[in-house]
C-alpha cells in the first residue's frame, strides 16, 4: 500500500507525467539561460552606469568639463544622421540596380554589394587613408594629373574630415541597407509596379510612386539599424580623426582607456546618450516592424518577373564595387609589398620584406591565432546558447511568459548596445572581482558571447521558423521524447542553417574591432587590436599586410558558409 | 581560475624571495666576488628554469627588436616575448595588471621616470643584483632600483623631398608661415611630452602654443606615427622626433632627416623589473643584459642615442644631453597642465 502511494505520487510530480518533469523543470532551464544570459549581457552595462550617476553625478560634470565636448556629441550626432541617411539612399538605390539587372549578370550582381562586407571596417579604411590621404593618397595623386587639377599641391580630397568620416561610414553601412531593401524588393510581387508600367509610367516614377512606398518597412528598419551602427561608429573616427581632432563619444571613451587610472565614471557618463539613444531606436524598430506586419500590401511572391532590364543598373553596381572593395584593397596591396608608404608608385621597388616580418613576428601571428581561437571557442558556446534562446521565443514552444519576454530581451539588448561601449562595460566587469579575468583570453571570449548572442539567437530563430514544427510534432505524436525529437529531427533539419550561422558568426567575429580593442589587455590581443597597435606604433606596410590577412581569413569563412549554407547565407551577415 | 590568480603571485613571491635569500646569504658567509658570482649564478639559473621574459617597452620597434634579437642570442635558454606601446598606453596596461594580479610585463621600460620612482619607493620594483649593477653609474640609478637604461636628445625632423634648400633648424622656425597645414606634432602621449610643451613656452615665450596652434598642426600619437607620415610626405616637418623614432626609415631610403634644435631637450628611458612579476629572475637577468656593453652597443651603438656607459662606441656622449627633470610634473601638474593644453590644441 505504501508503495502504491509512493509510486503514484512519483507519476504525479515526477515520472513520465509528472507536473515537475513536465511543467517545472523545463521552466528551470529557461530561468538558467536567463541569469546566465542576463549577467553577461546586463551587468557590464548596470555597473558601468552606476559608476556614471554615483557621487551626485560628477562624472557628467567632469564630461561636461572636456574640452571640445559639445564639438563631440555634434559630430557623434551628425555621423548618426548623415552616414545613416547616405547608406538608407545608395543601399536603396543598389537594391532598385540590382532589381534592374539583366539576367546574364543577375547572380553575381546581386551579390556583389554584399562583397565590402568581406573588408573587414578597420581593413577598408586603411585602405582608404591610402588612396585619399591628402598629400599623398594615391587617388588624390592621380585626380592631380588631371588639367583641371594640376595646379593643386594637395587634394582634392582630405580624408581626414566630418565629411569623409561620414562618406565613408556611409558606404561601409549601405552594404546592411541594401540586404534589407533587396531582400524586400526579392518578396515583393510585381503587380503594382507592372499595372504602372502598363498605366505608361517611367521606371523611375515607377520607383516613386510605387516601389518605394512599398518597402517604406524595409528601408525604416534598415535605417534603424545602419543608425544604430552610425551612432556607435568607432573605427572610421578613430583612424581618421585623430590627428585632426575630429572625435565621438566612442572614440572619447576609447582614450579614457589609455590613461590610468581609468576613469570609468566619465566612460558611463560618455555613453549614456549612446545607450538611451539606442534604446529608444530598438523601441521604435519593434513598433516599426509590428506596424510592418499590418500593412503589407502585396506579401505573395510572385514569379511574374514584370521589371524591364538596364544595363546601366549593372554599371552602377561595378562602380560601388570598384570604390568600396576594389580600390581599397589594391591600394592595400600596393603598401603591403612597398618598403615604406611613400606616395609614390614605383613598382621595382616592391619588396615581400613586411609580409616576412609580419608572419615571423610571433606577437603577429599570436593575434591571429587568438582571433581564430577565441572565435571558435564563443561559437562552440553561442551555438547552442542561441539555439536554447531561438527555441524559447517560438510561439509554439511551451515557456512562462515573462521569461519568454526575457529571452527577447536579451536578445535585442547586445544589438542595441553599440560594441564599443560593450566593450568598455565589460573592461570595467572583468577587471574586478567577482568575475577577474582581465589579461586572459576568457575575457574576449566572454566578450563575443555578449556581442554576439543576440545575432546567434534571431538567426537561428529565423532557421527554425523556416524549419516549421510539422515535424517535431509528428515526432512527439509517434512517441519521440524531447531529446530525441531535438537530436533525431529538429537538429538535422536545421544542420545547414546552423552551420551557416557559425561560419558567419566567425566572420563577424574575426572582424571584432571595437571592443576587442577595449577589453584586449598587452598580451592578449586579437589582429584587429595589434593592427591598431602598428598603426599607431609601426609601419604601415604591415598594418596594410595584416588588414590583407583579416580579408583573406574572412574569405574563407565566407566560402565555408556559402559551402554549407548556400549563397543566401551571404546575404545574413 | 581565482585560485590560480592567487597561487601565481605567490610563486612569483617565493621566487623572488629565494632569489633574494639565496643573494643576502650568500653575501654573508662567503669572501663578496665569489659570492656575488654564486649568488649570480643561482639567478640564472633559477631564470632558466623560469624559461621565459616578458619586456613591455616604450622604444621605438627598431630598437625593442634589436634589444630582443641581442637577449635571445645572449640567453638562448630564456624566452624573450616583447610588447610595445606608446608610453601613457602602456604604463596603463601595466597599471591594470597589477591592480588585477595578471601575468604580465617583468621589465618596463619608459619616459615615465616618476611612475618607476614611486613604485620603487613602495618597494614594488626589483633591485638589479647582476654583475652589471655593481659599475653601473650611481647618477643613473635612482631610489636603488630605477635604471636609466638610455638617453637620447629631442629632434626637429623633415621631409626632404618636400623642404628644399632652408630646413628648419630650431623651434622658432616651426612658426614659418610655409609650414601652416604641413607640420605635425604628438599629442600628451607620455608625461615627457608634458615636460617638453612646458619648456617649449619657457624658452621659446609664453605665447609659443597659441602660435604653433595657429599653424595647424596634424596631431599624432608619439614619434613613431609622426614618422610614418613625415616619411610618406603627408607632413613636411615634424615638430617632436627622437632618433630612433627615424633612424630605421632612413636606413630604408625614407627621405627624412633631423636636426638637433639648440637650445634643446633630451629625455631618458627608466626600466624597472616589477616586484609582482611572475618571472623576477628572468626579470634581472634582461635587466643586467640591457645594461650590459653588448645591451647598451644595441640600444645606442647606432648613433640614435646616448649611453650612461662610457664604453659603447658610437653612442652620443651622455653629457651632451640634457634630460628634462621629472620630479617638476608629479600627477597634479600632470593634470592641470593636461586640460591647459588641451584648451589650446583641442
Known amino acids: ?152 599641391e594637395e587634394g582634392p580630397f582630405d580624408i581626414y574630415t566630418v565629411k569623409w568620416i561620414v562618406l565613408i561610414t556611409g558606404m561601409l553601412l549601405s552594404s546592411f541597407v541594401y540586404v534589407f531593401v533587396h531582400t524586400g524588393l526579392k518578396n515583393m510581387g510585381q503587380e503594382l509596379e507592372a499595372a504602372a508600367a502598363a498605366c505608361g509610367a517611367s521606371p523611375v516614377r515607377i520607383l516613386f510612386t510605387v516601389t518605394l512606398p512599398l518597402l517604406r518597412p524595409s528601408i525604416i528598419f534598415a535605417a534603424g539599424v545602419v543608425f544604430l551602427l552610425g551612432m556607435g561608429q568607432f573605427t572610421a573616427p578613430l583612424l581618421l580623426g585623430r590627428t585632426s581632432r575630429i572625435d565621438v563619444l566612442t572614440t572619447e571613451m576609447f582614450h579614457l ?81 612597398s618598403p615604406f608608404w611613400s606616395g609614390s608608385l614605383v613598382m621595382t621597388e616592391l619588396t615581400t620584406r613586411h609580409w616576412k616580418s609580419v608572419l615571423d613576428n610571433p606577437v603577429l601571428v599570436n593575434a591571429v591565432w587568438t582571433s581564430i581561437k577565441t572565435s571558435v571557442i564563443a561559437i562552440a558556446i553561442l551555438i547552442p546558447l542561441g539555439f536554447g534562446m531561438a527555441f524559447a521565443l517560438l510561439q509554439s514552444t511551451r515557456i512562462f511568459k515573462p521569461i519568454r519576454m526575457a529571452i527577447d530581451f536579451l536578445a535585442t539588448l547586445p544589438m542595441a548596445v553599440p560594441a564599443s561601449l560593450m566593450g568598455f562595460g565589460l573592461l570595467f566587469a572583468y577587471t574586478r572581482p567577482p568575475i577577474q579575468i582581465y589579461g586572459t583570453a576568457a575575457v574576449l571570449v566572454v566578450t563575443y558571447i555578449t556581442l554576439m548572442i543576440g545575432h546567434s539567437t534571431r538567426l537561428q530563430f529565423t532557421t527554425l521558423v523556416a524549419t516549421g514544427q510539422e515535424f517535431l510534432e509528428a515526432s512527439k505524436a509517434c512517441g519521440g521524447g524531447a531529446l530525441r525529437s531535438l537530436l533525431q529531427i529538429l537538429l538535422p533539419l536545421c544542420r545547414k542553417g546552423i552551420g551557416a550561422t557559425a561560419a558567419l558568426t566567425f566572420v563577424l567575429l574575426f572582424h571584432e574591432f571595437s571592443a576587442s580593442l577595449m577589453v584586449r589587455s598587452a598580451r592578449t590581443q586579437v589582429i584587429g587590436s595589434v593592427m591598431y597597435d602598428v598603426w599607431t606604433g609601426g609601419v604601415y606596410s604591415e598594418v596594410a599586410v595584416l588588414a590583407l590577412i583579416m580579408v583573406l581569413v574572412t574569405v574563407i569563412g565566407v566560402m565555408i558558409a556559402v559551402w554549407i549554407g548556400g549563397s543566401e547565407s551571404l546575404k545574413k551577415i | 581560475m581565482k585560485q590560480l590568480d592567487t597561487i601565481l603571485p605567490g610563486l612569483g613571491r617565493f621566487a623572488l624571495a629565494t632569489a633574494v635569500l639565496a643573494t643576502t646569504l650568500t653575501a654573508a658567509f662567503a669572501p663578496s666576488s665569489v659570492s656575488a658570482q654564486q649568488s649570480w649564478n643561482n639567478v640564472l639559473a633559477a631564470a632558466k628554469k623560469e624559461g621565459k621574459v616578458v619586456l613591455y617597452s616604450a622604444t621605438p620597434p627598431s630598437l625593442g627588436n634589436r634589444l630582443v634579437a641581442g637577449f635571445k642570442k645572449a640567453y638562448p635558454d630564456i624566452d624573450i616575448e616583447f610588447t610595445r606601446g606608446p608610453s601613457g598606453e602602456i604604463l596603463t596596461k601595466v597599471g591594470q595588471e597589477q591592480s588585477g594580479g595578471v601575468d604580465g610585463a617583468d621589465v ?70 610655409e609650414y601652416k597645414g604641413r607640420l605635425g606634432t604628438s599629442e600628451l602621449a607620455s608625461t ?48 617632436f622626433g627622437n632618433i630612433t623614432a627615424f633612424k630605421t626609415l632612413m636606413d630604408q631610403g625614407a627621405p627624412v632627416k633631423y636636426v638637433l634644435p639648440n ?27 640591457v645594461m650590459s656593453k653588448a645591451g647598451q652597443t644595441a640600444w645606442s651603438g647606432t648613433g640614435e642615442g646616448a649611453s650612461p656607459r662610457t664604453d659603447v662606441p658610437g653612442a652620443i656622449p651622455a653629457a651632451a644631453i640634457t634630460a628634462w627633470d621629472s620630479s617638476a610634473y608629479p600627477p597634479e601638474v600632470v593634470n592641470k597642465y593636461r586640460a591647459y593644453w588641451s584648451g589650446i590644441f583641442k
Not at chain 1, 298 to 303: D, E, I
Open chain 1, 1 to 152: 500500500m505504501s508503495a502504491e502511494n509512493t509510486s503514484s505520487k512519483g507519476l504525479a510530480w515526477w515520472g513520465a507525467g509528472g507536473l515537475l518533469r513536465r511543467q517545472v523543470a523545463p521552466q528551470i532551464g529557461w530561468l538558467l539561460i536567463v541569469i546566465v544570459v542576463g549577467f553577461a549581457v546586463v551587468w557590464p552595462i548596470v555597473q558601468l552606469q552606476y559608476r556614471a550617476f554615483i557621487d551626485g553625478g560628477s562624472a557628467f560634470t567632469r564630461m561636461g568639463e572636456l574640452p571640445r565636448i559639445g564639438d563631440t556629441v555634434r559630430t557623434t550626432v551628425i555621423l548618426a544622421f548623415m552616414s545613416s541617411a547616405l547608406a538608407v539612399l545608395v543601399g536603396t538605390f543598389l537594391a532598385w540596380c540590382a532589381s534592374l539587372l539583366p539576367r546574364r549578370v543577375q547572380k553575381f550582381g546581386e551579390l556583389a554589394p554584399l562583397l565590402p562586407l568581406i573588408v573587414p571596417a578597420v581593413a577598408a579604411v586603411t585602405g582608404w587613408i591610402f588612396l585619399l590621404s591628402p598629400k599623398v593618397g594615391y587617388l588624390n595623386m592621380m585626380l592631380r594629373q588631371l588639367p583641371l587639377l594640376s595646379g593643386l
Open chain 1, 257 to 337: 582607456t589609455l590613461r590610468y587610472p581609468i576613469d570609468y565614471g566619465l566612460g558611463a557618463a560618455l555613453g549614456f546618450p549612446i545607450l538611451i539613444a539606442g534604446f529608444i531606436v530598438v523601441m521604435l524598430q519593434k513598433l516599426a516592424l509590428g506596424e510592418q506586419r499590418r500593412y503589407v500590401v502585396v506579401s505573395a511572391r510572385s514569379k511574374y518577373d514584370a521589371r524591364s532590364t538596364r544595363w546601366w543598373a549593372a554599371g552602377v553596381i561595378g562602380l560601388y564595387l570598384l570604390v568600396t572593395t576594389v580600390l581599397p584593397l589594391l591600394a592595400l596591396t600596393y603598401v603591403s609589398l
Open chain 2, 108 to 177: 618596463f621600460i619608459s619616459t615615465e621616470l616618476e611612475w618607476f620612482r614611486a613604485r620603487a619607493k613602495e618597494g614594488k620594483l626589483l633591485k638589479p643584483v647582476g654583475p652589471e649593477a655593481a659599475t653601473w653609474p650611481a647618477k643613473y640609478i635612482r631610489e636603488g632600483s630605477v635604471i636609466t637604461a638610455g638617453l637620447e636628445p629631442l629632434t626637429i625632423v623633415y621631409n626632404t623631398k618636400l623642404i628644399g634648400a632652408n630646413p628648419p633648424t630650431s623651434y622658432a622656425d616651426m612658426l614659418r608661415p
Open chain 2, 192 to 239: 615627457l611630452l608634458i615636460a617638453w610643451y612646458d619648456w617649449l613656452e619657457k624658452t621659446q615665450g609664453k605665447d609659443y602654443l597659441q602660435k604653433l596652434r595657429a599653424q595647424n598642426p596634424k596631431l599624432y600619437n608619439g614619434t613613431t606615427p609622426l614618422a610614418q607620415s613625415l616619411a610618406a610626405g603627408e607632413i613636411a616637418v615634424g615638430a
Open chain 2, 263 to 289: 637650445p634643446g631637450l633630451g629625455f631618458e628611458y627608466a626600466m624597472g623589473g616589477l616586484a609582482w612579476s611572475r618571472r623576477p629572475n628572468a626579470a634581472l637577468v634582461l635587466m643586467d643584459y
